[in-house]
């Protein structure tokens, strides 16, 4: 009813925008006992970094109408009721189809998500005005069974170094469970497909340089205990937590955004909900001016048809996505045909 709401008052670039809460004392994390009014107001204690990392892009909504222990769904067309100063933008899916998605532009839009039960963020790795162009390269260092957190931090201090010798620089952040996702700013000159093929270029070079540590083998029986290179978190339409997005976990960690010299010293469930906005306020965003000096992925797509030239091919895609020119078969090893005789 009316009377079970709350309305925030948030500053915005066209002054202040009043947004509607309803069901404020409504439990969105029960472990941690954190309400839909603490998410909408952790959203606007973060609202400058987080439009700042998230803001001008097409993004998908992860909902959670009863909460994180409940079913979810992702919103990827706008939500019905969007104020009129929201906006969105139509985007290319690897289907072919062509929808519309939110774009976020301030904190109030943000909020307005959270009071739509959103929880988790997932931007796209390119803008709003240039949707085919991601503007930022993407790896997600993914441990596998018999690895965690601290297994992925030396892959994810070398793979800077790998960055740095392209010319790129990397920013770092929690996944805010045990992964690291690490960003590079890159100019928007190249489709999808070509930051895939740089992304992969760069995955299979750590990769030999730490064999033991880390994989590029999409099927996981092929992984081992090491840290997987997701490259397909590269793909068009193929998006991951955003800076600062909570997630939905029992403890409402933050994906958090990080200085490298912490990277060594940190553990991913310190950075909630509850503890980011003072970390932020302190400390400030790591991430700010991320945009400032992008690189280019000219040495990575060197190193991609480098590696074609000696015999390796593309990579498997997710099993959503059309069969794509080169690709091998989509079919587990252990379930492959063996020739006759073996």
Known sequence: ??????????????????????????????????????????????????????????????????????????????????????????????????????????????????QMNTVVFHPWASRADATDLPDQLRVDLDPQPGTGFAEAVPAALALRELLAEVGLTGFVKTSGNRGIHVFAPIEPEHEFLDVRHAVIALARELERRMPEQVTTAWWKEERGERIFLDFNQANRDRTMAGAYSPRALANAAVSCPLEWSELEHTEPADHTVRTVPARLAERGDPWQGMHDAPGRIDTLLEWWQRDLDDGLTELPFPPDFPKMPGEPTRVQPSRAKKPEGE
Not at 28 to 40: F, Q
Not at 80 to 92: H, K, L, Q, S, Y
């Open 1 to 114: 009813m009316a009377g079970d709401a709350v309305t925030l008052h948030i500053p915005g670039p066209d002054g202040e925008r009043a947004v509607r809460v309803s069901s404020p004392t409504r439990v969105l994390w029960p472990e941690a006992g954190i309400t839909k009014v603490e998410l909408a107001e952790y959203l606007v204690a973060v609202g400058p970094a987080f439009v700042e990392a998230n803001g001008g892009r097409p993004v998908s909504l992860e909902r959670f109408p009863e909460g994180v222990e409940g079913e979810r769904f992702f919103s990827k067309n706008p939500p019905r009721g969007a104020p009129e100063w929201m906006r969105d933008v139509t985007v290319a899916y690897p289907s072919g189809r062509r929808h519309p998605q939110l774009v976020v532009d301030e904190p109030a839009g943000a909020v307005w998500a959270a």
